[in-house]
């Protein structure tokens, strides 16, 4: 069974204080691993997709990184509009099946 | 609109009764998804359609709870003889599985209280 576990659970940070989160995943064949934000009240909104072991993405004050047991994601000099929950999953190779399996986040608060 | 649109935004009904929560996918999306969203907990697959194939029902908690979707586009989650364990946030999301990528667009939920 396809397995997401996200570090830590709460993370408060001070404007300008940078950390990473993390996102460790087992799972049979990976196919992609997929970064959410979340912010209260809204659905999960897309921001990254990496498929395979040393791939990195950037968006802004973002980089999402992956190996092949986990992945980051390293938010530089955050601002309060960081603050959200970062939400991590994972599509597993299952021949046609496209089910996708979410981590329980990382609820960010960046105070200014 | 351009993105997944759920209704109702919020729904509060009796114990007992049934109750139906719809999605309209992104057009042209292919796929389309749900999923429960309990307070402090993570996404809960519940089920998945894509294209004219048989949905995946595997994550439906219990018999009580069923979908459907309509040509290949609207979707409606059904949840007979509600209890108060039902009361979540229901999210819809679709996606237009392109080589092998699975992007997935999420609506902003129902909001289901059972009293």
């Known amino acids: 069974e396809d397995q997401v576990t996200q570090s830590p659970e709460a993370l408060r940070l001070q404007e300008g204080e940078s950390s990473s989160l993390n996102c460790s995943y087992t799972v049979s064949g990976l196919r992609g691993l997929f970064w959410y934000r979340q912010d209260p009240g809204k659905g999960p909104e897309f921001l990254f997709t990496l498929y395979s072991a040393g791939e990195e993405k950037e968006k802004e004050r973002l980089k999402a990184t992956l190996t092949k047991k986990e992945s980051f994601l390293h938010i530089t000099a955050p601002k309060p509009e960081d603050s959200a929950t970062y939400l991590c999953?994972?599509?597993?190779?299952?021949?046609?099946?496209?089910?996708?399996?979410f981590g329980t986040g990382t609820k960010l608060q960046v105070i200014p | 609109g351009a993105g997944v649109s759920q209704s109702p935004s919020n729904k509060v009904t009796e114990k007992g009764k049934d109750v139906e929560l719809r999605c309209d996918p992104i057009?042209?999306?292919?796929?389309l998804y749900w999923y429960r969203q309990s307070l402090g907990q993570g996404l809960e697959f519940l089920i998945y359609?894509?294209?004219?194939?048989?949905?995946?029902k595997s994550g439906l908690p219990s018999d009580r709870f069923s979908a459907e979707r309509t040509g290949g586009s609207v979707s409606t989650l059904t949840i007979q003889r509600t209890q108060q364990e039902d009361s979540a946030v229901y999210l819809c999301?679709?996606?237009?599985?392109?080589?092998?990528?699975?992007?997935?667009?999420f609506g902003a939920g129902t909001r289901l209280s059972v009293l």
């Open positions: 057009s042209g999306h292919t796929a």
């Open positions: 359609f894509q294209g004219n194939s048989a949905p995946d």
């Open positions: 999301a679709s996606s237009l599985v392109r080589g092998g990528e699975n992007i997935q667009y």
């Open positions: 999953a994972v599509q597993a190779h299952s021949g046609g099946y496209q089910k996708v399996t």
